[in-house]
């Protein structure tokens, strides 16, 4: 009895996720005023998520590394949804990564536009599978065996947060050789 409830309370702290991504998603698409946007020290906002960055990967011994610039630039943003979106893809890397391998997370700025990489590597991303990514509900199959079941709706989530901020992910990946998703946003 003890294993039955333990699997039916796992199914429905899932299915409670795919619920609360859905709302969000819902929210995001026909509420974007639920956004509170404000200036926001990008190069130190980076720096505070590589340090959180760092602690979710020791878990499963991957490096992380940070490439910033010097300089500040400010862009006016959501912190609490632009931080969602990078950890969104800052799991998938540590999920698509075996132990050992690393992330990096780099900030560029070229004129009035910012770029924050999330490098892995990685397992990769198969050519075929690169169109599909954002849509909702699509999940990779993976050959990392520790890796936990998602809903397919993170990605679908980031580029929506992406989208309310002017902005748009790009994502370059080659099968067993990592993955590179790019974030640009207009600087204020």
Do not use: C, W
Request: proline share 3%; net charge neutral; glycine share 4%.
């Amino acid at each position: 009895y003890k294993r039955v409830i333990s699997v039916s309370l796992e199914e429905t702290k899932r299915m409670l996720k795919i619920i609360e991504d859905l709302l969000l998603l819902t929210k995001m698409n026909y509420q974007p005023d639920v956004l509170k946007f404000e200036p926001v020290d990008l190069t130190e906002f980076i720096r505070v998520i590589y340090e959180q960055a760092k602690v979710l990967a020791s878990k499963k011994n991957i490096t992380v590394k940070l490439a910033v610039p010097q300089e500040s630039r400010m862009v006016n943003a959501d912190e609490l949804h632009l931080r969602r979106l990078l950890f969104n893809l800052i799991d998938n890397a540590i999920k698509f990564t075996f132990a050992g391998g690393s992330i990096t997370i780099q900030l560029m700025y070229e004129g009035q536009k910012a770029s924050v990489s999330i490098i892995d590597t990685g397992i990769g991303i198969k050519e075929e599978n690169l169109p599909k990514l954002f849509d909702k509900f699509f999940r990779i199959d993976t050959i990392i065996k520790d890796t936990s079941p998602s809903s397919g709706l993170g990605l679908s989530i980031a580029q929506s947060i992406a989208q309310l901020h002017r902005g748009e992910i790009s994502v370059a990946s080659s099968s067993e050789e990592g993955t590179n998703f790019t974030l640009f946003l207009p600087i204020s």
